[in-house]
C-alpha cells in the first residue's frame, strides 16, 4: 500500500473554488491509478475523479464534469482535484485513494486512503 496525505479542503460559497491536494509515499507513484472519492453523511462513498497510472487518461462523475479536473504530477507523488463552480450539493469529505494497476471506479477496487478533507459549500 502507499500512505497517501490530503490537504486543501474548507469552507466555501456556492460558485467558488477549492484545489484539494494529495500526495503518496511509500510505493512507485507511476503505478497507482490515483481517484477521488466523496462521502456525505446521508450518501454512500462515490467516486469524482480518477487519473490513470499513465496519466493518460481520467474519469469524471456526471455529477462534476465540465466543472472538476483531476490531475497529476508524478516528479512530486502527487494528485490533485481542481474544483470551479462549487455547489451546496458537492459539501462532503473528500477521499484520495490509490489502486494499483487499475482502471476501475468503485472503491473496493482501491487499497489505500487518505484521512479525508471536509469540503462545505455554503449557499
Known amino acids: 500500500q502507499v500512505q497517501l496525505v490530503e490537504s486543501g479542503g474548507g469552507l466555501v460559497q456556492a460558485g467558488g473554488s477549492l484545489r484539494l491536494s494529495c500526495t503518496a509515499s511509500?510505493?512507485?507513484?507511476?503505478?497507482?491509478?490515483m481517484a477521488w472519492f466523496r462521502q456525505s453523511p446521508d450518501k454512500e462513498r462515490e467516486v469524482v475523479a480518477a487519473s490513470h497510472w499513465s496519466g493518460g487518461s481520467t474519469y469524471y462523475a456526471d455529477s462534476v464534469k465540465g466543472r472538476f479536473t483531476i490531475s497529476r504530477d508524478n516528479a512530486k507523488s502527487t494528485v490533485y482535484l481542481q474544483m470551479n463552480s462549487l455547489k451546496p450539493e458537492d459539501t462532503a469529505v473528500y477521499y484520495c485513494?490509490?489502486?494499483?494497476?487499475?482502471?476501475?471506479?468503485?472503491?473496493?477496487?482501491?487499497?489505500?486512503w487518505g484521512q479525508g478533507t471536509q469540503v462545505t459549500v455554503s449557499s
Open positions: 485513494a490509490a489502486a494499483p494497476l487499475r482502471w476501475q471506479f468503485s472503491s473496493k477496487d482501491y487499497n489505500s
Open positions: 511509500g510505493r512507485p507513484f507511476t503505478v497507482y491509478t
